[in-house]
Nanobody, 118 residues
Framework: QVQLVESGGGLVQPGGSLKLSCAASGLTFSSYTIHWYRQAPGKERDAVATINNVGSVTNYTDSVKGRFTISRDNAKKVVYLQMNSLKPEDTAVYYC???????????WGQGTQVTVSS
């Protein structure tokens, strides 16, 4: 049974930092591309950051470039999202998604809430 479990969310003031984790089990983790998505109330779920299976390639949506960093530890089967200089508009539920390249196969986590507010 595949599981993706996000953690690390919470309430933080503008300008603060949080580090999200996505822990995987039940899959060959090192074969999967991992994405972080976020969904704000009343909005669509949007991609935030992506890392390839070996961690050599990363991509970010423009609004988080220079502030967020995605990384992974294949030995621990965990992907991280370091979020710095947080803004109120970063408030959302953050989800990780594991996707097997070139196959119609993916899995979602349950999400973790991030709230940026003073």
């Amino acid at each position: 049974q595949v599981q993706l479990v996000e953690s690390g969310g919470g309430l933080v003031q503008p300008g603060g930092s949080l580090k999200l984790s996505c822990a995987a089990s039940g899959l060959t983790f090192s074969s999967y591309t991992i994405h972080w998505y976020r969904q704000a109330p009343g909005k669509e779920r949007d991609a935030v950051a992506t890392i390839n299976n070996v961690g050599s390639v990363t991509n970010y949506t423009d609004s988080v470039k220079g502030r967020f960093t995605i990384s992974r530890d294949n030995a621990k089967k965990v992907v991280y999202l370091q979020m710095n200089s947080l803004k109120p508009e970063d408030t959302a539920v953050y989800y990780c998604k594991a996707e097997l390249p070139h196959f119609p196969l993916w899995y979602w986590g349950q999400g973790t809430q991030v709230t940026v507010s003073s």
